[in-house]
């Protein structure tokens, strides 16, 4: 009984300490439960240690504070937290001159799965702000750092050496781990990777060699090579023999000049190299005039049946250009196309692409000689072809330009494209001069023209004796109808568009001492037919001519030059009217007009 009245009397003083300890507890309440003392609510300790003290445990795992959620947890709420143990602290911030509020947090975060596991999460705050967690420990080994025995150890655990960490299982007879030890059989501090089995001991030699695995853990940079500032050059070595080198200054290079290869010709081969200014390739070769390759680019899959045709690789350089709205990507590049026959043949292929899109082929040379720009290729040897739509410039892109519009058509213009004139080659043996849209025939403005040593064959000529037209009976000037007779009256020019026209022939009148009023006209289109009302190009002075009796013919020639005519066909003809009656006509008529 004494035993038990002073149970009672310890258990009244300590909930009286409590009380008194706890003030923000009053109004909760203390449970003695299975031998635990629970509370309720939250407790805040206002000064001293709150200690609990739990002897003669042994080594049995024993709570000593519990913090817990009892709510359990649904498949509408599948994850119920712990609360968290909170560590409180506050320090001075230079920036805003004030008092911050420090806090670390320990909690435990179950994860919902068909096994769940959990987290613990060790978690930090500033001032309140949203908490980060630098360290998180998983329940299952891939998810953290978990405890000996599993994931990590860092110390001697080992004969093998002092300091050491091991990475994965680090039972003695597992023999296939990677670890890292601090060597002490040496001055030099260097680090070996070894088994971490105990058994194994430091890796050395080739059943090794694909155990070892050196990456970044985090973002940041890995570092391979000799302290900061140092400058130690690192070294690849095989048999003894320095084969490969990173020197002080960053530089990668062999270990003896010439003699090793970076990949093979089999299936070991580099794929693909960036540089990011140049690539020189050479030295002191001392090649004279032998053809020796330098850059290599291959492709040994051997051609079939199936399929014959097995390209190059091709270089291709690229840069980039703005087209006023995003950056497009501007590349050329060369290849090696074969082409399958009973003598098999190539083509070199320069080729372009704006932004990706398809190639296109400016240029190609064949293994026959000919060179192709543009995309008309054509057969031949030895040629020189180019795309209808190609052209031939002088003076670096700003002097004479020479295009081809169609077979048998050139034009050779200013770099404007504004003036100039176009060659018609498709008449044999004849050469057309025309103006640049290839419509009309253009003017050759020269001194003199000479073919085979004849001077002026070239000119357009004709000459004609129409019949005799019916005369005009009244004295209002018309047409005589020369230019639309049967043996007409007209001349195409060819060459300069001036033109010499002559009238010859007899004029009569009806009435004695009458006579004819006469005029030379010409006139490009429909000619004019007998008696149409006056038209045309006047060229002479208006001409009158008496006639003594109704029989008498009275001769008479007209001649006049004009230049700057089209070279188009041009009619010429007479304006004729009687005098004071009568009527007036012109009789045996040569009309003769030749270019100059």
């Known amino acids: 009984m004494r035993r038990w009245r002073r149970g009672i009397a310890a258990v009244l003083i300590l909930v009286l300490a409590v009380f008194v300890a706890l003030p923000g507890a009053q109004g909760q309440f203390w449970v003695l439960v299975n031998g635990a003392l629970n509370y309720t609510g939250s407790v805040t300790v206002t ?39 909170r560590l409180r602290s506050n320090v001075w911030n230079t920036t805003s001159a004030a008092t911050n509020t420090n806090d670390w947090i320990l909690e435990s975060v179950p994860v919902s799965a068909a096994t769940p596991s959990g987290l613990l999460k060790i978690g930090s705050s500033l001032n309140g702000g949203a908490y980060t967690y630098p360290l998180q420990i998983g329940s299952t080994l891939g998810l953290g750092i978990a405890p000996d025995g599993s994931n990590f150890i860092l ?27 601090g060597r002490s059989d040496t001055a030099q501090g260097v680090f070996d990777i070894f088994s971490s089995g105990f058994v194994s001991g ?19 940079t890995f570092l391979i090579g000799p302290l900061v500032g140092a400058s130690t050059p690192i070294v690849f070595t095989t048999n003894s023999l320095p084969r490969w080198k990173i020197d002080a200054t960053g530089h990668f290079i062999g270990g003896l000049d010439n003699s090793y290869d970076i990949g093979a010709s089999g299936a070991t081969r580099p794929r693909t190299g960036y540089f990011g200014t140049s690539v020189v390739q050479g030295g002191l070769l001392n090649l004279a005039t032998t053809s020796t390759d330098g850059d290599v680019l291959q492709n040994t899959t051997a051609a079939t049946g199936g399929t014959p045709v097995q390209i190059s690789p091709r270089i291709r350089w ?78 670096g892109g700003a002097g004479a330009l020479l ?11 200013n770099n404007a494209r504004n003036a100039g004139f176009g060659l018609d ?54 047409m005589n109808g020369l230019g639309a007779a049967g043996a007409p009256c007209t001349i195409t020019p060819t060459s300069t568009g001036r033109v010499v026209f002559t009238i010859t022939g007899d004029l009569t009148n009806s009435v004695i001492l009458d006579g004819v009023t006469y005029k030379l ?26 006639v003594s009796t109704a029989a008498q013919q009275q001769g008479f020639s007209v001649t006049a030059s004009v230049t700057g005519l089209s070279l188009v066909a041009t009619w010429f003809d007479l304006q004729i009217a009687d005098v004071t009656g009568g009527t007036a006509s012109v009789l045996n008529i040569d009309c003769t007009a030749h270019e100059i």
């Open 202 to 220: 430091p890796m050395t030699g080739i059943s090794y060699a694909n155990l070892v695995w050196l990456s970044s853990v985090n973002a940041g």
């Open 521 to 546: 006209v010409y006139g490009t289109g429909g000619a004019p037919a007998n008696a149409a009302a006056a038209t045309g190009t006047v060229i002479s002075a208006t001409r009158t001519a008496a």
């Open 403 to 413: 295009t081809s519009t169609a077979n048998g058509l050139f034009n050779l213009t």
């Open 155 to 181: 110390g001697s655990t080992s004969a093998v050496g002092n300091p050491r960490i091991d990475i994965a299982n680090t039972s003695a007879a597992n023999s296939s781990r990677v670890g890292f030890i």
């Open 425 to 478: 080659a498709l008449t044999d043996a004849v050469l057309k001069v025309r103006t640049r849209a290839q419509s009309a025939y253009a003017t050759v403005d020269a001194l003199a023209y000479q073919t085979s040593g004849v001077p002026g064959v070239g000119f357009a000529l004709s000459h004609a004796n129409p019949a005799n037209q019916t005369g005009n009976g009244t004295a209002t000037l018309k």
């Open 318 to 395: 690229g840069g980039t250009a703005y087209d006023t709205a995003a950056s497009q990507t501007v590349d050329f590049f060369a290849e090696n196309l074969p082409a399958t026959a009973a003598t098999p043949t190539g083509t070199w292929r320069l080729g372009y692409s704006l932004n990706g899109a398809t190639a296109t082929y400016p240029m190609t040379v064949s293994s026959i000689g000919n060179v192709v720009f543009g995309a008309n290729i054509q057969t031949g040897t030895g040629s020189v072809l180019l795309a209808n739509t190609s052209e031939v410039r002088w003076g």
């Open 47 to 85: 000064s001293g240690p709150l200690t609990q003290t739990g002897n003669g445990l042994a080594a049995i795992s024993t709570d000593g504070l519990v913090l817990q959620n009892l709510t359990d947890a649904t498949a509408g709420v599948p994850v119920q937290q712990s609360p968290r143990l």
